[in-house]
């Protein structure tokens, strides 16, 4: 199934964008509560693009898997979603 990352890819961007500003802002000695403040913005893209991409995988990637009737491909599919939730938990 082909999936539309236009949102994902436009917060990663934007968090690409913000991380360079942070890093020069960091190598100017800027004010600390403001570079912490620009680093949860980053945050709060990339928890963003994350969650678009898992909506779309389960939309689509996970949903085709958990319709076969290949249970192999059930069990990977779930353990995927699981190792990946993990990793964001941590």
Request: with cysteine; proline share 0%.
């Amino acid at each position: 199934m082909k999936h539309n990352r236009t949102d994902v890819l436009i917060a990663l961007k934007k968090a690409k964008s913000l991380l360079e500003k942070i890093i020069s802002m960091a190598e100017a000695d800027a004010y600390c509560i403001d570079i912490m403040q620009q680093n949860l913005a980053v945050i709060g893209l990339l928890r963003s693009a994350h969650q678009k991409l898992m909506e779309d995988h389960l939309q689509s990637c996970f949903s085709d898997a958990i319709g076969s009737k290949n249970k192999l491909k059930k069990k990977k599919m779930i353990n995927e979603i699981l190792k990946v939730t993990k990793l964001y938990n941590k």
